[in-house]
C-alpha cells in the first residue's frame, strides 16, 4: 500500500471511534484514482429518480462519481472532476464533500445542472453530511475535526458543522457559534458537537439539526438569520424533513451501543416510531416523498414506508447518498 493510502487508512480507522458518532466514512480516495467504470445498478421497480454517488464493491478507487438514476437506468453522470464523499442536490445546484488531489486534504465543491464544478473550498476534516436548502439558496455541511481539548486525546474527533452560500461558495456561519436555547434559558457546554442539518422545505431561513453533549442527542430547531438554536427534544440523530415538512425521519441511538434504529416523528407532536427496517443504518436519511424513505448501509440504497409498515427494497446496489430529483428538475 503507497504511503498516501496508508495515511488515508489511518484517518478513517481513527474516525471510527469519534465520540457519539455522527458517521462513518467507507472510503476517502483522490479524484484521480476514480475510474468511468463504477456505476451504480438498478434494483427495484421504483420509478423514481434519485442522484446517489457510485460505491464499487469490488475496487474502492473507483467510488465516489457522481449518477442519476430514473426509471431503472442511469441517465446522467459526472466527469473526473466531481468526485464525492457526500453529496446533495436540489434547485439546479448540488453540493460535493470529498478528497483533494493531494489524497490527504478535503474539497467542498458546489456543482450546477450539468453537474459541472463551480466554486470549490478547503474542508476542515473529513466529510460527513452535506444537505442543500429546496430553493439551492443555502448549503450545509459536517465534517470531522481533531484536537479538540475537551476530549483529552490526541486521537479523538469532535465535529464542525457550516452554512454556505450556494451562489457563491462562502461560508455563511457556524452552528458551534449560535446561540443556543434550552427550555427557555441559554444553554451551554464545552463539549456541544452538531451535525445533520435538514431544512425546512417552505423556508430555507429555517432548519433543523442534532447537538450532541455529554450522552444526549439533541433535536435543535433553528433560524439563519437570528443565529440561533432551541432545543426540542432528546434522543435524535441527523434529523431529514419530509418534502411535506411535517415529519422527520432520525437515527435513534439504541442505549449503550453504536447501534441506531430509523424512526420517524410527528413534527407537531415531537412523537416517533421507528420504521420496518431492523438493520443498525448510519446515515441521514432521505425522502422520495412523503410516505417512503430512502438511505444507505454504504454500499446499496433502500426504500422502506416511513409510516411503520411494508418491508424494505433494495432500491439501487453499489450506491451511496442518495438524493430525491424532483419531477421536472434540470439535470
Same mark, same amino acid.
Given at each position: 500500500? @503507497?504511503?498516501?493510502?496508508?495515511?488515508?487508512?489511518?484517518?478513517?480507522?481513527?474516525?471510527?471511534?469519534?465520540?457519539?458518532?455522527?458517521?462513518?466514512?467507507?472510503?476517502?480516495?483522490?479524484?484521480?484514482?476514480?475510474?468511468?467504470?463504477?456505476?451504480?445498478?438498478?434494483?427495484?421497480?421504483?420509478?423514481?429518480?434519485?442522484?446517489?454517488?457510485?460505491?464499487?464493491?469490488?475496487?474502492?478507487?473507483?467510488?465516489?462519481?457522481?449518477?442519476?438514476?430514473?426509471?431503472?437506468?442511469?441517465?446522467?453522470?459526472?466527469?473526473?472532476?466531481?468526485?464525492?464523499?457526500?453529496?446533495?442536490?436540489?434547485?439546479?445546484?448540488?453540493?460535493?464533500?470529498?478528497?483533494?488531489?493531494?489524497?490527504?486534504?478535503?474539497?467542498?465543491?458546489?456543482?450546477?445542472?450539468?453537474?459541472?464544478?463551480?466554486?470549490?473550498?478547503?474542508?476542515? @476534516?473529513?466529510? +460527513?453530511?452535506?444537505?442543500?436548502?429546496?430553493?439551492?439558496?443555502?448549503?450545509?455541511?459536517?465534517?470531522?475535526?481533531a484536537g479538540d481539548s475537551y476530549r483529552g486525546a490526541s486521537a479523538a474527533f469532535s465535529t464542525r458543522t457550516f452554512m454556505i452560500e450556494m451562489a457563491s461558495?462562502?461560508?455563511?456561519?457556524?452552528?458551534?457559534?449560535?446561540?443556543?436555547?434550552?427550555?427557555?434559558?441559554?444553554?451551554?457546554?464545552?463539549d456541544f458537537n452538531f451535525w445533520g442539518i435538514t431544512f425546512d422545505p417552505t423556508d430555507s431561513n429555517r432548519f433543523y439539526a442534532t447537538l450532541g453533549t455529554g450522552t444526549h442527542h439533541y433535536l435543535v430547531e433553528g433560524e439563519i438569520?437570528?443565529?440561533?438554536?432551541?432545543?426540542?427534544?432528546?434522543?435524535?440523530?441527523?434529523? +431529514?424533513?419530509?418534502?411535506?415538512?411535517?415529519?422527520?425521519?432520525?437515527?435513534?441511538?439504541?442505549?449503550?451501543?453504536?447501534?441506531?434504529?430509523?424512526?420517524?416523528?410527528?413534527?407537531?407532536?415531537?412523537?416517533?416510531?421507528?420504521?420496518?427496517?431492523?438493520?443498525?443504518?448510519?446515515?441521514?436519511?432521505?425522502?422520495?416523498?412523503?410516505?417512503?424513505?430512502?438511505?444507505?448501509?454504504?454500499?446499496?440504497?433502500?426504500?422502506?414506508?416511513?409510516?411503520?409498515? @411494508?418491508?424494505?427494497?433494495?432500491?439501487?446496489?453499489?450506491?451511496?447518498?442518495?438524493?430525491?430529483?424532483?419531477?421536472?428538475?434540470?439535470?
Amino acid at each position: 500500500m @503507497g504511503s498516501r493510502n496508508t495515511k488515508i487508512l489511518i484517518a478513517l480507522i481513527a474516525l471510527c471511534v469519534v465520540g457519539g458518532g455522527a458517521y462513518i466514512a467507507v472510503a476517502a480516495l483522490s479524484p484521480n484514482e476514480t475510474s468511468t467504470n463504477a456505476a451504480p445498478v438498478a434494483a427495484g421497480d421504483s420509478d423514481a429518480r434519485v442522484m446517489v454517488r457510485a460505491v464499487d464493491p469490488e475496487d474502492t478507487r473507483l467510488n465516489g462519481r457522481v449518477f442519476v438514476v430514473e426509471d431503472g437506468k442511469v441517465t446522467t453522470r459526472s466527469g473526473k472532476d466531481l468526485t464525492c464523499e457526500r453529496v446533495y442536490y436540489a434547485a439546479g445546484k448540488g453540493l460535493c464533500l470529498g478528497v483533494a488531489s493531494s489524497g490527504v486534504e478535503y474539497t467542498g465543491t458546489t456543482f450546477n445542472s450539468k453537474l459541472q464544478p463551480q466554486h470549490t473550498f478547503t474542508l476542515t @476534516g473529513l466529510p +460527513s453530511r452535506a444537505r442543500v436548502s429546496a430553493d439551492g439558496k443555502y448549503g450545509a455541511m459536517t465534517v470531522f475535526v481533531a484536537g479538540d481539548s475537551y476530549r483529552g486525546a490526541s486521537a479523538a474527533f469532535s465535529t464542525r458543522t457550516f452554512m454556505i452560500e450556494m451562489a457563491s461558495g462562502k461560508t455563511i456561519g457556524q452552528l458551534e457559534q449560535y446561540e443556543v436555547i434550552k427550555e427557555g434559558e441559554p444553554f451551554e457546554a464545552v463539549d456541544f458537537n452538531f451535525w445533520g442539518i435538514t431544512f425546512d422545505p417552505t423556508d430555507s431561513n429555517r432548519f433543523y439539526a442534532t447537538l450532541g453533549t455529554g450522552t444526549h442527542h439533541y433535536l435543535v430547531e433553528g433560524e439563519i438569520s437570528t443565529q440561533k438554536l432551541t432545543v426540542l427534544r432528546d434522543g435524535v440523530e441527523c434529523p +431529514s424533513l419530509s418534502p411535506d415538512g411535517k415529519q422527520i425521519a432520525f437515527k435513534s441511538r439504541i442505549e449503550g451501543t453504536d447501534s441506531w434504529r430509523l424512526k420517524v416523528l410527528d413534527v407537531a407532536t415531537l412523537k416517533d416510531h421507528p420504521v420496518a427496517e431492523k438493520r443498525s443504518i448510519d446515515d441521514q436519511v432521505e425522502w422520495l416523498d412523503d410516505h417512503t424513505l430512502v438511505y444507505s448501509n454504504g454500499t446499496n440504497v433502500y426504500a422502506v414506508p416511513a409510516d411503520g409498515s @411494508g418491508q424494505v427494497q433494495l432500491l439501487i446496489k453499489d450506491a451511496s447518498s442518495p438524493v430525491r430529483i424532483e419531477a421536472g428538475e434540470e439535470l
